[in-house]
């Protein structure tokens, strides 16, 4: 059974951060560009940051640039996002899935509250 399971949110102040952990089983993703989507209370799932396969290429949506760092780790079958300068916009359940991603592997995501 293919699982991507999330980890590492967590209630953090302003300014603050966090590093979320994508661990994958199952299968290896290391062929498939990866992504980091989150989805805010009321809104719609949304695409945070992507990596290619081989980390020649990441991405990210502009409220998050010179913020966020996606990285990954093919031997491990990791992929983590780096969460710096947090702001309550931010808060939202986190997802790792393949970019663009498939429906079979979205898993639990992680919650991150961003408050003082």
């Known amino acids: 059974q293919v699982q991507l399971v999330e980890s590492g949110g967590g209630l953090v102040q302003p300014g603050g951060s966090l590093r979320l952990s994508c661990a994958a089983s199952?299968?290896?993703?290391?062929?498939?560009?990866m992504g980091w989507f989150r989805q805010a209370p009321g809104k719609e799932r949304e695409f945070v940051a992507g990596?290619?396969?081989?980390?020649?290429?990441?991405g990210y949506v502009g409220s998050v640039k010179g913020r966020f760092t996606i990285s990954r780790d093919n031997a491990k079958n990791t992929v983590d996002l780096q969460m710096n300068s947090l702001k309550p916009e931010d808060t939202a359940v986190y997802y790792c899935?393949?970019?663009?991603?498939?429906?079979?592997?979205w898993g639990q995501g992680t919650q991150v509250t961003v408050s003082s």
């Open positions: 990596i290619s396969w081989n980390s020649a290429w990441a």
């Open positions: 199952g299968r290896t993703f290391s062929d498939y560009a």
């Open positions: 899935n393949t970019n663009p991603p498939q429906g079979d592997f």
